[in-house]
Each structure stands twice: as C-alpha cells, then as structure tokens.
C-alpha cells in the first residue's frame, strides 16, 4: 500500500519556525520528485517547494512566496522529505501536503505540477501574529 505520512505541523508565533517531515513507503522512494504542496482555507491548492529524484543529487525549485525562508530536503534512507520552515508568516497558515510524482527525467521537479502519483492526506500549520 502506497503511502505518504506527513508530520510537523502546528501552531507558532509569526517569525517562527517549523519542520514538516514526509515519510513514504510502498514505492520506490528514490525514483520520485517530492512536492510540498499547502491550501489555505478559501483558496486554490499551491506548490511551495519541490526536490528531485534521489539519483539527480536532489534539485530543489521553490516558490517566490517561501524563497529564502523555506528549505526542501530529502533522505533517502529513511524514505523521508523534510520542509524547513523558517521567519514563518500569518499568510503561511495552511495544510501542508506533500506528493509524489515519477519523471522519466531524474532533473525534473515542478512546483506548478499537481497532476502527481501520490499525496499525502496533510498536517495543518498555523502562525499567528
């Protein structure tokens, strides 16, 4: 059975941080790109950040909204991506999920791609001001 798990969220003050984890198990961990993707409440879901298969030395695209702030990683030992949030905003403030997606090309990752393999069901974070 396919399965995405994500795990890290809550609350925190604005200019916080937090660190989502993604673990996954039923497919071939390493062949897949990871995308975070989040959904605040009233509005269309959104790609933040995204980070290549494990063969392509991990290739990471971000959003313009989490640039700078945000850091995509992944470990392929554990099956598991991580989504480092730092100086986190009230307009960060949504469930954050993360997906999979298998390219043929090992470079590829799209933060814009929501036609994915897998999600995961997500974890609500929430800053306050």
């Known amino acids: 059975e396919v399965q995405l798990v994500e795990s890290g969220g809550g609350l925190v003050q604005a200019g916080g941080s937090l660190r989502l984890s993604c673990a996954a198990s039923?497919?071939?961990?390493?062949?897949?790109?990871i995308t975070w993707f989040r959904q605040a409440p009233g509005k269309e879901r959104e790609g933040v950040a995204c980070?290549?298969?494990?063969?392509?030395?991990?290739?990471?695209v971000y959003a313009g909204s989490v640039k700078g702030r945000f850091t995509i990683s992944r470990d392929n030992t554990k099956n598991t991506v991580y989504l480092q949030m730092n100086s986190l905003k009230p307009e960060d403030t949504a469930v954050y999920y993360c997906a999979a997606k298998y390219y043929t090309d090992s470079l590829i990752c799209r933060t814009s791609d929501y036609d994915v393999d897998y999600w995961g069901k997500g974890t609500p974070v929430t800053v306050s001001s």
């Open positions: 980070i290549a298969n494990g063969s392509s030395g991990g290739r990471t």
């Open positions: 039923g497919f071939t961990f390493d062949n897949y790109a």
